[in-house]
């Protein structure tokens, strides 16, 4: 496994970063057996860099890891990123209570790395009326956690705001090749000037970049026969000199296998593969793809309707172009009660949704071309 120093921070981190926000399930389990198996794999192949947050698997990612993580191998062999979602708090008492909950549910006496969740332009008003940086440094001198920083969604104007303002360690940033013209590549030079570290979240957009159609990833297949499409989005990611971790939410012990075998013998993209990025970039971009992660932060739907599936069977048809088989799985969707049927379009989910999607509309638009 490829390790990266942080000058700034004065440590040495994985290159690869397990995100433990789409762990596998047995129905609406974690699959810890699994996840055992997964983080055994990650420890023996040198990757120490895990993820996790308050919120993820409905706040159970946190005891899941310390199950499988922290009960079975030595503290100092890992490092552990956990989040602190603003959004659940009414005041900095509340602040505090979830970073000591996060630290009962780890069963751990420090994080190395915490960071603000889901950082935009209010919850930035939200951290500085709490003092939530602050805290983040008191922290810092207690011994509570080694590392301050945040993850963000939102516009390039608010990130210098946030950098100018507060004081950091760290930031966590979307970054991938399907959207690095339209932001990404804004806010990874504005950190990078900064001088500000990043770690990256959803290098394969929430896995849309790991099964392309066979004609968006021609170029792929030509320029490095064998290779895979995950591996093709994690170097572009791997290639920017300051990005220190690419976090993958691996669901599977071979996703886990595969993006290992990847970090272990990680090159950065020449310049002909730079370019056939680019031209699976333009054939990405010519379809019209819902821009969802699969994150689930819009749900649960207080009226039953399944957001993110909803969403992936459209794209699965834009990419793929197979309308009959997207049909018969809206059908069941539909059967079972989470189809678009049920929106009510209240525009709660709105409130939560990381990449700015007008839900309700889409929804609307997809239901009349599926049902």
């Keep these: 496994m490829q390790k990266k120093y942080i000058p700034s ?8 970063g397990f995100g433990a926000m789409r762990m596998p399930r047995i129905g609406d389990e ?11 794999s990650a420890i023996a192949a040198g990757l120490t860099y895990f993820d996790t947050a308050y919120v993820y698997h409905g706040q159970k990612s946190e005891g899941v890891l310390k199950e499988c993580l922290v009960d079975r191998y030595p503290r100092d062999s890992f490092t552990i990123a956990d989040k602190i979602p603003l959004w659940m708090a009414n005041g900095p008492e509340d602040v505090a209570r979830i970073f000591e909950e996060e630290l009962s549910r780890l069963g751990v006496n420090y994080i190395d790395f915490l960071l603000l969740h889901a950082m ?18 008191e922290l810092k001198k207690q011994g ?5 920083g945040f993850s963000f969604h939102d516009k390039p104007e608010t ?8 004081q950091w360690d760290f930031c966590q940033l979307q970054i991938n090749y399907f959207d690095w013209d339209d932001y990404a590549q804004e806010l990874y030079n504005i950190a990078t000037e900064a001088g500000i570290p990043i770690i990256v979240m959803e290098p394969i957009r929430g896995g849309a970049l790991a099964n392309l159609a066979p ?37 599977n012990l071979e996703q886990m296998e595969q993006n290992l075998a990847t970090f272990d013998k990680m090159q950065p993209l020449n310049e002909a593969e730079q370019q056939a990025v680019k031209d699976v970039m333009a054939a990405i971009h010519a379809k019209p793809l819902v821009p969802c992660t699969g994150c689930r932060y819009c749900m649960d739907c207080p009226f039953g309707v399944d957001i993110p599936a909803v969403f992936k069977i459209y794209n699965d048809y834009q990419m793929f172009n197979n309308i009959d088989t997207c049909k018969n799985l809206y059908h069941k969707l539909l059967n079972e009660g989470h189809g678009v049927d049920h929106c009510r379009n209240c525009k709660a989910c709105m409130k939560h949704c990381p990449q700015s ?13 599926l049902k």
């Design 30 to 40: 974690v699959d810890t057996e699994t996840v055992k198996k997964m983080v055994d």
């Design 159 to 166: 990130l210098r705001k946030m950098l100018a303002e507060g």
């Design 9 to 16: 921070l004065d440590t040495t981190v994985s290159r690869l």
């Design 144 to 148: 509570k956690i080694r590392f301050a």
């Design 357 to 369: 999607i007008q839900i309700p509309v889409r929804l609307a638009e997809i239901h009349e071309l």
């Design 120 to 137: 935009n332009a209010d919850r930035w008003e939200d951290a500085k009326k709490w003092h939530a940086n602050e805290y983040q440094q």
């Design 215 to 251: 004609d968006v990833a021609a170029p792929f297949r030509k320029a490095c026969p064998g290779s895979t499409d995950a591996e093709w989005a994690l170097r572009f990611v791997a290639s920017q000199d300051n990005v220190a971790v690419i976090l993958s939410g691996m669901s």
